[in-house]
């Protein structure tokens, strides 16, 4: 059975999508010349600062291109659906956001994208440009702890891009933006759980199957597989699930502070996000930790996917001052 989209072919779904997304934050955002899919912040890249750039597939909006703006990322490289960029707008977007202080590349950790970023950094080499890499993993469900280096980088992202992004605003140095970046990466846990699949607009074709009745914890968000397929529980049961992997994990002291995320992977409505917050703010009270801040939406998505991921950040002094920092985005502000 076809799915139904709003789109009018397959083919030109990614780049109607950002010239719609050019239409409507002209403030914030522009394309490189003749190369459409690198995205530029018209307000944040400067002489003598870090740029920050982000990328990799479309279809997880507002990650990547939505968080493009004054304080938060300089630039994102566009891909195809589910597919990393080449490396032609990645190398476009590091001259874009160039200051003269380094370019720092931030993505998930998937082969496609790790490839056509390295391909990049030793490209821009040649122009004397230093493009240094720190890789999201904060997947807790995709390896485990003693090889954190093989985790996917998912709905994390969101923390982990800000506190890189405001190192980046205050102008620390190369060096310091890379080691607050892996610190944010390190403190970051995220655990999933699919209920329906995704479609891409190429197919209209479901890209997995799941049972009316099941759900898949850990399933990644291009459909990859996950830790266990079972029953369809309750939003408690279910969170309690994705709560007790990253508490786990995260080792936390009675009294520590948390940001918490709770993101929708594109289908699954506010409602049911909320009904699982509560849950969330619930098990972190047990646990002694402290809410500082929170985010309740559509913030790193699997096209309609049904399903939902929480994300927590285990924050000391220097993250949260990142996380609270200032910043002016197309699809974010803070």
């Known amino acids: ?99 003269g202080a380094g370019v720092l590349f931030m993505y998930g950790n998937y082969a496609g994208d790790v490839m056509n970023f390295d391909m990049a950094a030793e490209m821009l080499a040649l122009d004397d440009i230093e493009a240094r890499t720190v890789l999201t993993t904060d997947d807790v469900a995709s390896a485990p702890p003693d090889q954190r280096h093989r985790r996917r980088g998912v709905a994390g992202n969101v923390f982990i891009f800000k506190a890189a992004g405001a190192a980046c605003d205050l102008l620390y140095s190369f060096n310091d933006v890379e ?42 968000i291009h459909g990859e597989p996950g830790m266990a397929r079972e029953p369809l529980k309750t939003a408690n049961e279910v969170t309690d699930e994705l709560m007790d992997s990253i508490l786990r994990e995260m080792k936390a002291g009675r009294g520590d502070r948390v940001a918490v995320l709770v993101n929708s992977l594109g289908s699954t409505p506010t409602m049911e996000l909320y009904i699982m917050m509560r849950r969330v703010k619930s098990r972190l009270d047990d646990a002694g930790l402290v809410i500082h801040t929170s985010l309740v939406g559509h913030y790193c998505t699997s096209l309609e996917m049904a399903g939902a991921s929480v994300t927590v950040m285990h924050l000391d002094d220097e993250l949260q001052r990142l996380i609270d920092h200032p910043c002016d985005c197309a699809m974010f502000t803070r």
């Not at 950002?18 to 002489?47: C, E, F, T």
């Open 1 to 99: 059975m076809k799915t139904k989209k709003l789109i009018n072919s397959g083919a030109d779904a990614v780049d109607e999508m950002l010239q719609g997304v050019l239409s409507a934050h002209p403030n914030h955002l522009y394309a490189v010349d003749d190369m459409p899919r690198a995205i530029i912040a018209k307000n944040g890249p400067r002489k003598g600062k870090v740029g920050l750039v982000i990328g990799g597939g479309s279809g997880h909006e507002p990650t990547f291109l939505g968080f493009v703006g004054k304080g938060l990322a300089d630039a994102a490289a566009i891909g195809n659906v589910f597919a990393s960029p080449p490396p032609d707008p990645i190398i476009a977007c590091a001259k874009a956001v160039d200051g």
């Open 179 to 220: 080691r607050a970046a892996r610190h944010a990466n390190f403190r970051t846990y995220t655990m999933g759980v699919a209920l329906s699949p995704c479609s891409l607009p190429q197919t209209l074709k479901p890209n997995f199957l799941i049972g009316e009745d099941e759900m898949e914890i850990g399933m990644g």
